[in-house]
């Protein structure tokens, strides 16, 4: 049974640091995996698809990778800015299409 | 604007109750999804239809029943609401993938938030 972690649950930075949100899934045989924001009482935000054939996708500020084979995903936010601050979710596609979601990393940014 | 619609936004009902949410999608994709988002903020896919079919159904009690009109649509009617039904339930949409899934990007709408007393 596919499980995704997320560490650290919660991340507190100053403005203009540079930071790394870790994701972790133990059954190497995904699909594609999706990094999303979501804001206090918001929907999800898509930010990011790594197709499973790739090693990493990049989108402004924001660079995440693959590494299937340790079952490993980061997503890299560069110069970080209060208007990051959100719940940032990593979801791995499994046989049949199903997204299964890590519980998240809680990110602040202080001004 | 493009996007995946929800209503309603909130919703407060009482035990016993049947209630409906609806969702559209003008993306033009043929895969729809509902989730749901407990307490812990855990979001946990519930159904998938895909061009109306039903392809994905989590164990989820039968008293939820999607039903999707057309490839826009997809309604999730709850049946004898109770408290652990209380949550945040999204819609999801993607362009259809291979015969047995679609591993493409998933759009999600607001969410709607119910809470059952």
């Known amino acids: 049974k596919q499980e995704v972690t997320q560490i650290p649950a919660a991340l507190s930075v100053p403005e203009g640091e540079n930071l790394v949100l870790n994701c972790s899934f133990t059954?190497?045989?995904?699909?594609?995996l999706q990094w999303f924001r979501q804001d206090p009482g918001k929907g999800l935000t898509s930010l990011l698809l790594?197709?499973?054939?790739?090693r990493e996708q990049t989108s402004g500020r924001l660079n995440a990778s693959l590494d299937k084979s340790s079952g490993r995903s980061t997503l890299y936010i560069a110069a970080s800015q209060p208007g990051d601050s959100a719940t940032y979710l990593c979801?791995?596609?499994?046989?049949?299409?199903?997204?299964?979601f890590g519980q998240g990393t809680e990110l602040s940014v202080k001004p | 604007d493009t996007a995946v619609s929800q209503t309603p936004k909130y919703l407060v009902t009482q035990m016993g109750n049947d209630k409906s949410i609806k969702c559209e999608q003008n993306l033009g994709h043929d895969t729809m999804y509902w989730y749901k988002q407990d307490s812990k903020k855990f979001l946990k896919i519930m159904f998938s239809?895909?061009?109306?079919?039903?392809?994905i159904n989590e164990t989820v009690p039968n008293r939820f029943s999607p039903k999707s009109p057309d490839k826009a649509h997809l309604n999730l009617h709850i049946n004898s609401l109770e408290l652990g039904d209380s949550a945040v339930y999204f819609c999801?949409?993607?362009?259809?993938?291979?015969?047995?899934?679609?591993?493409?990007?998933?759009?999600f709408g607001p969410g709607t938030r119910l809470t059952v007393l």
């Open positions: 979801a791995v596609y499994n046989q049949g299409g199903k997204l299964i």
């Open positions: 239809y895909n061009n109306k079919e039903l392809i």
């Open positions: 999801a949409s993607s362009h259809a993938g291979e015969a047995g899934g679609s591993y493409n990007e998933q759009f």
């Open positions: 059954d190497s045989a995904i699909y594609n």
């Open positions: 790594i197709q499973s054939s790739q």
